[in-house]
């Protein structure tokens, strides 16, 4: 990761869980000047002290790390509001019901952002039964490839991972109206709205 834990962030999440210097020392086992140093920027804490300073301030370590708290304001869970997050080292995916924070192979994952299908990336969809039979005209080489296709509904989400020198098809229970998305390891994540 690139970031450390900056002593603004510390200030702000104490005073956010009303704690003082020496409540916030005590429960990691530290002073309060060394709280102290901390927050006015003379010295940071140490490593092994992080988790513990993360779980006293109520954040996850990677949200101390970055100094970014994330609220999802999405209480109800709309699954059409979803994030896909890729890690470019080893691909792994990961999907989230609204904002969160995600880190693969040392890395901040943001959200992806997804783009309309294009001229490159054209989503077909047919019916075929009680099934979409999704395909997508596009190189799948080792260096270029649809890495993965999910459809999103209202209630679910179905992810169908893709690897390179196979075809770049799927098929998906259909469940009414929903998103169709695409990810291509060049070129982002693509969408087709299906009705």
């Not at 693969?104 to 009680?130: F, Q």
């Not at 999704?134 to 169908?160: E, G, L, P, W």
């Amino acid at each position: 990761m690139n970031n450390y834990v900056t002593g603004k962030i510390i200030k702000e999440l104490r005073e956010k869980q009303k704690l003082t210097q020496l409540e916030l020392a005590n429960i990691i086992g530290v002073s309060d000047k060394t709280v102290s140093k901390w927050e006015t920027g003379k010295g940071l804490p140490d490593i092994a002290l992080i988790e513990n300073l993360a779980s006293a301030l109520k954040v996850s370590v990677i949200e101390l790390m970055n100094g970014e708290c994330i609220t999802n304001q999405n209480k109800s869970g709309n699954m059409q509001k979803s994030k896909f997050y890729v890690c470019p080292i080893c691909g792994n995916i990961i999907y989230s019901i609204g904002e969160n924070v995600n880190s693969c192979c040392g890395i901040n994952l943001p959200a992806l952002e997804a783009e309309m299908e294009d001229e490159y990336h054209i989503i077909n969809c047919e019916l075929v039964e009680n099934e979409y039979y999704i395909s997508i005209n596009h190189d799948m080489s080792k260096k270029h490839y649809i890495s993965f296709i999910a459809y999103v509904t209202s209630d679910r989400c179905q992810i169908i991972k893709l690897y390179p020198e196979q075809n770049a098809e799927a098929r998906v229970l259909k469940r009414g109206r929903g998103i169709i998305y695409a990810y291509c390891n060049n070129d982002g994540l693509f969408k087709k709205i299906k009705f």
